[in-house]
C-alpha cells in the first residue's frame, strides 16, 4: 500500500520565501490586499463638527469665496429668481404666439418666436464658460441679467415681428450667462457636501417655471393686459 503524500511543513515555506528574497522578487500579496488597506484608512476617518469655529473653517476649505449664513440666504434668494425668470420666459410666450401672429399678421414667423430663444441660449454656453474664466464672475453675471433686461424690453415695445425675434434671441444670450453663473456662484459660496443640495434647488425652481410659463402666458394674453406685459420680468429682474 502506497504510503500518503507528505504535506509541505513550515520549514518548506521558510526555505521557498528566502528562495524569493534572494532572487529580488517580492512576495506573493492578494490583489485585494491594497484595497483592505485602502479602507481601513477611512474607517478612522475624521467627523467634522461644523457647530464649531475651527470645524467650519476645516468644511468649507474647498470654498473660493467666503460668506456667511445672513449673505448666503440674501444669495439663495436672488439666485433663485434669477433662474426662475429666465426659466418662465422659455415658456411663457408658447401660449401668446396665436395673438402675436394675429397682431402681427406673421404666419411664416410663427416658429421663430420660441426657436430665437433656446438657440441663442444653447449656442453661448462655451462662450460664457470662458467669460466667467477670464473675467470677474460678479461682473459677467450682471451683465448677463443687463442684456436679458434689454431683450425683454425690446420684446415688449417690438414695432414688427422681426423685432421680436431678434429680442427674443438677445434674451436667450442673457439666460445662458444667467444660468452658468449661477451654477459657478454655487460652486465658488457653497462648500462640496452642500452643492448638490443647492443644484436640485435650482433644478426644481426651473422646472416649477417650465410649467408656470404657459400658464401665467394664458391668464395674461386672455386678461384685459396683453402680451406685451411679459415685460412685467424686466421689473422683477432689475429688483432682484
Not at 509541505?8 to 532572487?23: F, I, V
Not at 490586499?33 to 470645524?55: C, R
Not at 457636501?193 to 400658464?215: N, T
Amino acid at each position: 500500500m502506497s504510503s500518503l503524500e507528505e504535506q509541505p511543513n513550515d520549514s518548506q515555506y521558510e526555505k521557498r520565501d528566502g528562495a524569493t528574497k534572494e532572487r529580488g522578487l517580492a512576495p506573493e500579496s492578494s490583489p485585494y490586499d491594497s484595497t483592505y488597506e485602502k479602507a481601513d484608512e477611512h474607517v478612522g476617518e475624521k467627523v467634522i463638527n461644523t457647530d464649531d469655529e475651527e470645524g467650519a473653517k476645516e468644511a468649507n476649505h474647498d470654498v473660493t469665496i467666503k460668506v456667511d449664513r445672513k449673505q448666503m440666504a440674501v444669495l439663495s434668494i436672488a439666485m433663485a429668481f434669477a433662474v426662475f425668470l429666465f426659466a418662465l420666459d422659455e415658456t411663457i410666450i408658447a401660449t401668446a404666439i396665436p395673438k402675436i401672429t394675429d397682431e402681427f399678421d406673421s404666419l411664416n414667423d410663427v416658429g421663430w418666436y420660441g426657436s430665437a430663444y433656446l438657440l441663442t441660449m444653447c449656442c453661448f454656453q462655451l462662450h460664457y464658460g470662458k467669460f466667467y474664466k477670464l473675467f470677474s464672475t460678479k461682473t459677467v453675471f450682471l451683465v448677463s441679467i443687463a442684456i436679458f433686461e434689454i431683450g425683454s424690453l425690446l420684446c415688449a415695445v417690438s414695432p414688427n415681428s422681426s423685432a421680436l425675434i431678434v429680442g427674443r434671441a438677445l434674451s436667450g444670450s442673457g439666460a445662458c450667462g444667467i444660468m452658468s453663473g449661477v451654477l459657478i456662484i454655487i460652486s465658488k459660496t457653497v462648500p462640496l457636501r452642500e452643492r448638490s443640495i443647492y443644484s436640485a434647488g435650482i433644478g426644481s425652481i426651473r422646472g416649477i417655471a417650465g410649467v408656470a410659463g404657459p400658464l401665467l402666458g394664458g391668464v395674461i394674453t386672455d386678461s384685459y393686459l396683453t402680451w406685451r406685459w411679459f415685460v412685467f420680468e424686466f421689473t422683477l429682474e432689475a429688483l432682484n
